[in-house]
């Protein structure tokens, strides 16, 4: 409890201004700029250390709203998602973060809890807000275009799988995700294969769908049923219900999201039903979820961190500027007991 | 593309001011300035509505930088938790970003990703930006608090079950949680209940130790073993091997949290060990996880929305100002089939 030196005690609630630390730690108002800004000039590493020192003793915070006044930015991203407790989602919001981090941005983060609405009075407040961008994973998968272009904000669409006019925009490709799931299902010698997809696709049409049907096609089986429901595992569970109900009950089954999969699973296992002996499933996202079901499930794994890095990288980085660049990353299989691998 | 009539497209990158605006609207820039602000005084419906349309048509953005100055606000809190992809503290987290919305504070989100160094660095760089606040989810048990003082930013702790002298904290009663769960586990009629428990509680002790340890000495039963590992899945799967291994393998286990339960039941699956019949598991936190995973898990319930909003409350709401308020929330013991119920 020493007070004699540490004048940030004696007078803890008075702003302490840059003028403050410079005459602290005895160098110009310039040198604690260049410390706190990390340049343009270059600052010795000891003169460095007091600045830091005094700062640290002195309690300074350089005021970042006059700091975004007068650089034009305030080196903060706004991020929406759907929803941060589906884990590929916090998955996604956890990389985005990191790669704004790296070039000294922080992330605002909005959940848009699956509505539309929500959606964009989020891009508006964050706009509002003076962020330098947005980046959006809207719950569309085709998001409305002409409402956002009105928000007058920098946005780039994530986890978006189709070309959007005017916009950058990062996916995976969910065509080529699906035929190698369901491929993969065939591989193992099911010919009745269900697809569990979901509800909030808009008035687009999910290319998992088309994956599903051209696997089918190309090896002549019958399309099995198709249920939908949310991207949930409430959702996925009345989807697994629906299907053990079904007259024509499939022997496998492609979900097009881990949640669902984790919920149809939880509907087989209260059956009786054995994964994979009497119904195989493989499922979409690749979160960590995936691994620790029981069984663990076989799933096509979308490249987050990749996803998240171009996305930033499109918004506030080395590939800015270019206004319509749609970039898809595949999907990787990953193989565990789910499909009926050993 | 009628660009006569929508001076937005004529002059797409001219910032738009309040008078603009006004001018558009055909009203006072008092008047802009109370839709934008939500008062002082109040506008009637037909007003704001055409302000609304002014804003909307003219793309302007209320600048939250001037805004913060002149407030000394930014409107703005930061959230720093270990993990997002932790399903427990990603629903904290879309919590606290609730509450926050209900004042209209927007969320800056950092993971400390189960780091000190990096929590600390993250509350430093959160009051750089001059938020109002932080709400601090730390890696540790007991954080460093005179650290934290010298960020010279209000911080309430959340998820913090212990006094902490000179900081609002909220947390759960870990103790009275635990002895409930390993009281019902006994009431199964189990007599050897392990203990799977985390690593980064630092030198404080964990009361859910305590917790089960009265519930044994209450039964007059002895101490079952104890595994130490990190708050994940893959922790868990580690724990749950080494109790398979040891000498005085348990018929029973409780979990410090969900996720290490996950990573338990995985262990016991793979060695073909039956939950509950061979092994019962009961586990802490709550999370959506530990109701799909199979058997669907027996958790003892922190109310998460609850727990958020009293530190929202303590930071910016209601309940801000008493500097060393401790608030502490009952767990509710959730009853599925890990434990053995029906």
Same mark, same amino acid.
């Given at each position: 409890?020493?007070?004699m030196?540490?004048?940030?005690?004696?007078?803890?609630?008075?702003p302490?201004?840059?003028k403050d630390?410079?005459?602290?730690?005895?160098?110009?108002?310039?040198?604690?700029?260049?410390?706190?800004?990390?340049?343009?000039k270059?600052?010795?590493?000891?003169?460095?250390a007091?600045?830091?020192?005094?700062?640290?003793r002195?309690?300074y915070?350089?005021?970042a709203a006059?700091?975004?006044?007068?650089?034009?930015? *305030?080196?903060?991203?706004?991020?929406v998602?759907?929803?941060?407790?589906?884990?590929f989602?916090?998955?996604?919001?956890?990389?985005?973060?990191?790669?704004?981090?790296?070039?000294?941005?922080?992330?605002?983060?909005t959940?848009?809890?699956?509505?539309?609405?929500?959606?964009?009075?989020?891009v508006?407040?964050?706009?509002?807000?003076?962020?330098d961008?947005?980046?959006?994973?809207?719950?569309?998968?085709?998001?409305?275009?002409?409402?956002?272009? *009105?928000?007058e904000?920098?946005?780039v669409?994530?986890?978006?799988?189709?070309?959007?006019?005017?916009?950058?925009?990062?996916?995976?490709?969910?065509?080529?995700?699906?035929?190698t799931?369901?491929?993969?299902?065939?591989?193992?010698?099911h010919t009745?294969?269900?697809l569990?997809?979901g509800?909030?696709?808009?008035?687009?049409?999910?290319?998992?769908?088309?994956?599903w049907?051209q696997?089918?096609?190309?090896a002549?089986?019958?399309?099995?049923?198709?249920?939908r429901s949310?991207?949930?595992?409430e959702?996925?569970?009345?989807?697994?219900?629906?299907?053990l109900?079904?007259?024509?009950?499939?022997?496998a089954?492609?979900?097009?999201?881990d949640?669902?999969?984790?919920?149809?699973?939880?509907?087989?296992?209260?059956?009786?039903?054995s994964?994979p002996?009497?119904?195989?499933?493989a499922?979409?996202?690749?979160?960590?979820?995936a691994?620790?079901?029981?069984?663990p499930?076989?799933?096509?794994?979308?490249?987050?961190?990749?996803?998240a890095?171009?996305?930033?990288?499109?918004?506030?980085?080395?590939?800015?500027?270019?206004?319509?660049e749609?970039?898809?990353?595949?999907?990787?299989?990953?193989?565990?007991q789910?499909?009926?691998?050993?």
């Amino acid at each position: 409890m020493d007070t004699m030196t540490t004048p940030a005690v004696q007078a803890p609630r008075s702003p302490v201004t840059r003028k403050d630390v410079a005459r602290y730690a005895g160098v110009s108002t310039a040198v604690v700029s260049y410390v706190v800004n990390g340049g343009p000039k270059k600052v010795a590493p000891a003169t460095e250390a007091k600045v830091q020192d005094a700062i640290r003793r002195l309690g300074y915070r350089p005021n970042a709203a006059a700091r975004a006044l007068k650089l034009g930015s *305030s080196e903060t991203i706004g991020l929406v998602i759907p929803d941060n407790s589906n884990p590929f989602f916090s998955l996604l919001a956890h990389a985005v973060e990191e790669a704004a981090a790296e070039l000294g941005y922080a992330l605002l983060l909005t959940n848009s809890d699956g509505n539309l609405a929500k959606e964009l009075q989020h891009v508006r407040n964050l706009a509002a807000r003076q962020v330098d961008g947005v980046i959006l994973s809207s719950v569309l998968m085709e998001p409305g275009l002409a409402e956002l272009e *009105s928000a007058e904000i920098r946005i780039v669409l994530l986890n978006h799988s189709a070309d959007a006019p005017g916009f950058n925009s990062v996916g995976v490709d969910l065509l080529e995700g699906a035929k190698t799931a369901v491929g993969h299902l065939i591989g193992h010698g099911h010919t009745s294969i269900a697809l569990a997809m979901g509800t909030n696709t808009g008035n687009y049409y999910d290319s998992r769908e088309e994956g599903w049907l051209q696997a089918l096609a190309a090896a002549g089986l019958p399309e099995g049923p198709i249920v939908r429901s949310p991207f949930t595992r409430e959702g996925g569970y009345a989807a697994g219900k629906r299907l053990l109900a079904s007259a024509d009950r499939p022997t496998a089954i492609f979900a097009t999201s881990d949640l669902q999969a984790v919920g149809i699973l939880r509907a087989l296992h209260e059956a009786g039903v054995s994964v994979p002996g009497d119904i195989a499933l493989a499922s979409f996202d690749g979160s960590a979820e995936a691994e620790y079901s029981w069984p663990p499930l076989t799933t096509v794994k979308q490249p987050a961190k990749a996803m998240a890095e171009a996305a930033v990288s499109a918004l506030i980085g080395a590939h800015r500027g270019n206004e319509s660049e749609h970039l898809i990353f595949p999907g990787e299989l990953q193989v565990r007991q789910s499909c009926g691998c050993p």
